[in-house]
């Protein structure tokens, strides 16, 4: 596919290495400008582009920055877009953002909410980097680390699943976006490295 990355720190940075590693055309993009990242684009064969770049022909886009950074944001060009939203919010660096601090929202229906338009979808928050790197395995494998996939729209949901399938870990479907509080931070899926029964588990077991 051709995918385009927004954010090209731990996770986003892994993504682009490993999403390229795969086979398929990444285009990552910072808020630094496309000259920043000339080294992650050698060492992983990514075009270096701007936020407009990577989103413009992109089949999927991932948006791994820090939440506070996401009403910055173009929203016309992720309009229809498969969006993965591998944010997490964290107020001691996102601030105070009313309805995330009382949890009447998820983190992800609130980036839906600036993204109009956008096929929102949350997986790869609740993963340690390094682990996102190393610790994928194939299909048959018996012990492969599971990661929760929650969004409404179910082909987009679907199509990401593959692709989680596709990078070695298990995808658990998630429910909808207002369910994915279920593996925010403080949860007992977020950080942790569960197969898939113990994913389903934790997500049932998550209290708000």
Same mark, same amino acid.
């Given at each position: 596919?051709?995918?385009?990355?927004?954010?090209?720190?731990?996770?986003?940075?892994?993504?682009?290495?490993?999403?390229?590693?795969? !086979?398929?055309?990444?285009? #990552?993009?910072?808020? =630094?400008?496309?000259?920043?990242?000339?080294?992650?684009?050698?060492?992983?064969?990514?075009?270096?582009?701007?936020?407009?770049?990577?989103?413009?022909?992109?089949?999927?886009?991932?948006?791994?920055?820090?939440?506070?950074?996401? $009403?910055?944001?173009?929203?016309? $060009?992720?309009?229809?877009?498969?969006? #993965? @939203?591998?944010?997490?919010?964290?107020?001691?660096?996102?601030?105070?953002?009313?309805?995330?601090?009382? =949890?009447?929202?998820?983190?992800?229906?609130? +980036?839906?909410?600036?993204?109009?338009?956008?096929?929102?979808?949350?997986?790869?928050?609740?993963?340690?980097?390094?682990?996102?790197?190393?610790?994928?395995?194939?299909?048959?494998?018996?012990? =492969?680390?599971?990661?929760? #996939?929650?969004?409404?729209?179910?082909?987009?949901?679907?199509?990401?699943?593959?692709?989680?399938?596709?990078?070695?870990?298990?995808? #658990?479907?998630?429910?909808?976006?207002?369910?994915?509080?279920?593996?925010? $931070?403080? +949860?007992?899926?977020?950080?942790?490295?569960? @197969?898939?029964? !113990?994913? =389903?588990?934790?997500?049932?077991?998550?209290?708000?």
């Amino acid at each position: 596919m051709k995918i385009g990355i927004i954010g090209s720190g731990h996770i986003g940075g892994t993504l682009t290495r490993r999403l390229s590693a795969l !086979g398929h055309d990444v285009t #990552v993009a910072n808020s =630094r400008g496309p000259e920043s990242l000339t080294e992650l684009a050698r060492e992983s064969g990514a075009t270096a582009g701007t936020v407009e770049q990577a989103v413009q022909d992109a089949e999927l886009v991932v948006v791994a920055i820090p939440l506070f950074a996401v $009403p910055t944001l173009p929203v016309q $060009p992720f309009d229809g877009k498969i969006v #993965v @939203d591998a944010n997490n919010y964290y107020p001691q660096r996102d601030g105070d953002i009313a309805e995330l601090l009382d =949890r009447s929202l998820s983190s992800s229906r609130w +980036t839906a909410d600036h993204l109009k338009g956008a096929r929102v979808v949350k997986t790869f928050n609740n993963i340690q980097a390094a682990h996102l790197m190393d610790h994928g395995k194939p299909a048959d494998a018996g012990d =492969r680390i599971a990661l929760p #996939v929650a969004g409404d729209d179910n082909d987009a949901k679907q199509l990401v699943m593959q692709l989680v399938d596709a990078l070695g870990f298990d995808p #658990v479907d998630a429910g909808t976006l207002d369910e994915s509080w279920r593996q925010q $931070p403080d +949860t007992p899926v977020y950080g942790t490295d569960r @197969d898939a029964e !113990g994913v =389903r588990q934790g997500l049932a077991e998550a209290r708000p």
